[in-house]
């Protein structure tokens, strides 16, 4: 079956503007989870969402904002991009909100010029 | 909250010897410890996981080790390989509230297998 999806894979951005990632989840699975990642600082969670409601949420300012729609695909948002905001993006589904079957994707690489 | 300290952060080992990375967590009511291999510009993937009530998983050339009383678990990989060289991440699941959990990573440790 197909794996979690994320587009796009690549996006460059200029300084303030923002922008919208996208994930697919496994087919059944309910919740999205999102990270960043950089080199410096591993993964770091976002937010997770289940049933289209925002569960769980990381240490992030508020430029960061996500959604899940019916069908269990998530976008997160970033506003007023910075240039500390690149970073590859990932984001991981799963069964159920205890985590069955954690599975990420394969990350959006954002790049902030 | 929970978190989760991985050491060492790079680590170089000769082909055939093995590898012992460690991460030890905060909170006590943690119950799963998965394991991921991310290799360069991939995805992380899950290699093994340990539930609480269990002290050691093997798989083939890799074991995890879990402490609960120390609150530390261990990745030993056995007969290194040069395809083992990646990033591996430990990370613990823990109850975050409201009927919902979340796993908290290690920053990671980069593997390097010499031939």
């Known amino acids: 079956k197909a794996g979690v999806t994320q587009t796009p894979r690549y996006l460059i951005k200029t300084r303030g503007q923002q922008v919208t990632l996208s994930c697919s989840p496994i087919s059944g699975h309910r919740s999205v989870s999102w990270y960043q990642q950089t080199p410096g600082q591993g993964l770091q969670f976002l937010f997770e969402?289940?049933?289209?409601?925002?569960?769980n949420k990381g240490n992030f300012p508020g430029r960061f904002s996500g959604r899940q729609f019916s069908n269990s695909r998530s976008e997160m948002n970033v506003s007023t991009l910075e240039l500390g905001d690149s970073a590859l993006y990932l984001c991981a589904s799963s069964l159920n909100r205890q985590g069955d079957g954690y599975t990420f994707g394969s990350g959006t690489r954002l790049t902030v010029v | 909250g929970e978190n989760v300290e991985q050491h060492p952060s790079t680590l170089s080992v000769q082909e055939g010897d093995s590898a012992v990375i460690k991460c030890t967590y905060s909170d006590s009511a943690s119950n799963y410890f998965p394991w991921y291999k991310q290799e360069l510009g991939k995805r992380p993937q899950l290699i093994i996981d340990i539930r609480s009530n269990v002290g050691e998983k093997k798989d083939q050339r890799i074991a995890v080790t879990l402490n609960k009383t120390a609150k530390h678990f261990s990745l030993h990989i056995t007969e290194t390989q040069p395809e083992d060289s990646a990033v591996y991440f430990c990370a613990a699941r823990g109850y975050s509230g409201a009927g919902s959990y979340q796993l908290t990573f290690g920053k990671g440790t980069k593997l390097s297998v010499i031939p």
């Open positions: 969402y289940f049933s289209e409601t925002q569960r």
